[in-house]
Every structure is written in C-alpha cells, then in structure tokens.
C-alpha cells in the first residue's frame, strides 16, 4: 500500500487536502479528519480513474522531497500542514484469508457485527480500512 505526502489547510468548518503526487486530487471536509479521511476516497477514485485510462499511477515521494517541492514549501510557509494519505485499491474480487483471533474477541466481532447488520468479513475489513485510515 503507497502512502501520499499531502497537505491540509483551511479554517475550521472548511478544510481542503491536496495530494501533490495525485495531479489533481484534493478533498475537502467540515473537519480535518473528515477531509483526509475524504482524502482517501478521493485517491482512490483518482487511481481508478487513472488505470481505466490507461495511466500508471505516480509513486509517492518521501516526505523529505515533497518539502524541497517549491509548490508544497509554499503551502507549508502559508501555515498548511503534512499529512500522510494512504490509498486503499480494491481489487474487486474476495480473498480468503485464514485469521487466528482469541476466541473472546471472535465472539466479542461476531456480536459487534450482527448488532451493526455485517457479516463478520465485512467488519473485519471495515474496522481495519478504518485503523488505516487513521493511522496513515
């Protein structure tokens, strides 16, 4: 999984994400962690977009090297702020995956997801896109 320098700036009820690495790809959200967590629907949305047109999606600069970028180093001046945005691709198929878990906690995800309507893959796969999500 890539992980996109990007950098956020804004006020508060109105926060914007660009991903310098992604031509053109930005997010916006009420709250910061709204717009980045935006921000990684509005990567993927770029990368499918760009395999069906038959573009290769950029590799993701190091930190370091966005900030020498005299585009993000003006951003960074005006008071915006790094961020990491990784970029989650589905794949569009299943795959099964052979999971060890404490028997308490499988029961503890079982309930959990009966009492939210998912299956237990489903919120497995919820609960972790959101941990990657909010981690970077």
Known sequence: MARYGAFV???????GVV???LPGCT?????IDEALSNA??????????ARADGVAIPKPRPIEALRSDPDVAAELAAGAALS???LILEAGRPAK?????DAGLL???DEAAESKGLT???FIASAAREKIVAEG
């Open 9 to 15: 700036d804004g006020m508060r009820g109105a926060y």
């Open 19 to 21: 991903i310098p690495d």
């Open 27 to 31: 997010a916006m959200g009420k709250t």
């Open 40 to 49: 990684v629907s509005a990567a993927a949305a770029w990368a499918e977009t």
């Open 84 to 86: 990491i945005v990784p």
């Open 97 to 101: 995956a052979n999971l060890s878990l």
């Open 107 to 109: 029961q503890a995800i």
């Open 120 to 122: 237990r893959s489903a």
